[in-house]
């Protein structure tokens, strides 16, 4: 049941856990966030150098991620002015200075025919290619995107006779920008909720919203300031060192969180950290001990972000392009998208050679890369490379994914792993944490 000393403890400030607080505060719920760092935002947030403000990575979210931006207009941000939307259109640039394939949606079509006419007028693709890639989105939505048995993307698409070329040019760099996982490993299975969200619904489902401005000002900020005007507490630099169950002085069950500054009594928990800082949260708690396995035996994907700053007056022919035959996967002018004249960056996803190089290595072949494809660009003046070595559990097909009850009564799990339908996602992270926070409140109804 919960009542006036129902106190919920979350542990995390990532989008996870600032969406299960938000969801939990706005039923008027006692909410106290421990964040382990100095800032929030976990893996979705801006990182502060000397001299620049830059994203721990260039983010991309999806016109699908419905729930990420209800809450955000819920924290009272624009989304019109705070992202960049674009519609699904994919120009990949060669290694020779030209364009090698161009994929655009038809605005006025219904989905999925503005996709299916999309394919059909795509440059770089042979007929035979896109009959291939037609056939596979026909017979997708026939199957309402689903499949009996998950396995990896590529041998999905091999049974589905998709081509050597059309898996390079379309169904790789699609993988690889949503489940930042290799095709060998990624899971057909969630591959395709991502193609059912984005092109099954609303053609504006399959839209790009790239930030435009700091990730932090328009996800943390202003779900951090949204708490604390609901009475929410967060503590930074508060890293939770331990969870012990325990009753309180009124025979109340709950748990002992424990902090360098002291230990505290909460009726609930939501731990919302990233998978592998949940096992030793457990560590107590022997009836949740399959989980403690489960993520222990996650694997993870690197995220490299290369900034190049180049004279102010640098500008790529797109805000944001895929880049064919390189390390890099997408650049994107952060000129256009956000003011920071003549700075561009470069995504990397994925585990692959370039983790071999050192970080200068990797920026000047990036820059290489750059100058191949877009042969008018001059020098970098600087570059700074952020290399997020765990960004993503790889999703790979068949994992085990917990879901956010647990076998403990009174604690829950958020965070992007638990959101079973996504990959690690923005998207997947705000879902799970609103999932707690219905749970934690449909508890209290029982009880009522
Ligand atoms: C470089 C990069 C690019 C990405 N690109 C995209 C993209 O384009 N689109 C997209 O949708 N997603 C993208 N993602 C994925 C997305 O950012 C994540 O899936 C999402 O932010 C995860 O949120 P979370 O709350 O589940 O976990 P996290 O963000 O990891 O939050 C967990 C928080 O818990 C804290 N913590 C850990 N242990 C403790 C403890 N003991 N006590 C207190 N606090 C603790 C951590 O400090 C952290 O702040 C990207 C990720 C990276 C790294």
Redesign the pocket.
Same mark, same amino acid.
């Given at each position: 049941m919960l009542n006036n000393k129902t106190h919920i403890a979350i542990?995390? #400030? =990532?989008? %996870?856990?600032?969406?299960a607080a938000t969801a939990l505060v706005e039923r008027g719920l006692t909410v106290t966030l421990?964040?382990?760092?100095p800032?929030? #935002? =976990?893996? %979705?947030?801006t990182v502060e150098t000397k001299q620049h403000s830059l994203?721990?990575?260039?983010?991309?979210?999806?016109g699908a991620?419905r729930e990420?931006f209800a809450l955000l207009r819920k924290a009272s941000v624009h989304i019109d002015q705070s992202f960049l939307r674009l519609p699904l259109h994919i120009n990949m640039q060669s290694n020779h200075g030209h364009s090698v394939f161009r994929l655009k949606s038809v605005p006025l079509l219904p989905a999925p025919l503005h996709l299916l006419f999309g394919l059909l007028g795509c440059q770089g693709l042979s007929w035979q290619d896109r009959i291939a890639a037609i056939k596979l989105m026909l017979h997708l939505k026939k199957t309402n995107y689903g499949i009996a048995q998950d396995m990896p993307l590529d041998s999905f698409l091999m049974a589905q006779q998709q081509t050597a070329n059309l898996t390079k040019m379309l169904w790789e760099p699609l993988c690889l920008?949503a489940l930042?996982t290799p095709i060998v490993k990624a899971s057909t299975r969630i591959f395709l909720n991502v193609l059912r969200d984005s092109f099954s619904g609303h053609q504006r489902n399959s839209d790009f919203l790239l930030p435009r401005q700091d990730l932090s000002k328009i996800i943390a900020q202003p779900l951090a300031r949204y708490i604390l005007n609901k009475g929410g507490v967060i503590n930074l630099n508060?890293?939770?060192?331990s969870l012990d169950t325990q009753q309180n002085s009124i025979g109340q069950d709950g748990f002992n969180i424990e902090?360098a500054h002291g230990s505290q009594f909460f009726t609930d928990v939501i731990i919302?950290?990233?998978p592998n800082?949940v096992a030793?949260?457990l560590q107590t708690l022997p009836l949740v001990d399959d989980i403690r396995e489960v993520t222990q035996s996650y694997e993870y994907q690197p995220?490299?972000?290369i900034y190049l700053q180049y004279p102010e007056s640098t500008q790529l022919p797109q805000v944001m392009s895929g880049l064919c035959h390189s390390t890099g996967q997408w650049a994107f002018d952060r000129g256009q998208l956000c003011g920071q004249l003549g700075l561009l960056s470069v995504?990397v996803?994925a585990s692959g050679e370039h983790q071999r190089l050192t970080q200068s290595q990797v920026a000047l072949m990036v820059a290489h890369e750059l100058k191949l494809a877009f042969p008018n660009l001059p020098k970098p003046l600087w570059h700074k490379v952020?290399a997020?070595k765990?960004?993503?559990f790889s999703c790979d097909a068949m994992l085990d994914r917990p879901s956010n009850q647990t076998l403990q009564p009174h604690l829950y799990l958020?965070?992007?792993?638990?959101y079973a339908d996504y990959?690690?996602?923005?998207?997947?992270?705000v879902r799970?944490?609103l999932l707690c926070a219905s749970l934690i409140a449909s508890e209290g109804l029982k009880g009522d």
């Open positions: 542990i995390g #400030g =990532g989008c %996870a856990g600032l969406s421990f964040e382990a760092s800032h929030l #935002g =976990g893996r %979705a947030r994203d721990n990575g260039q983010h991309i979210l999806l991620y990420t920008a930042n508060q890293a939770v060192l902090t919302a950290t990233a800082h030793k949260l995220i490299y972000t995504v996803s952020i997020e765990r960004a993503t958020a965070g992007d792993y638990t990959p690690a996602s923005i998207e997947g992270a799970s944490g």
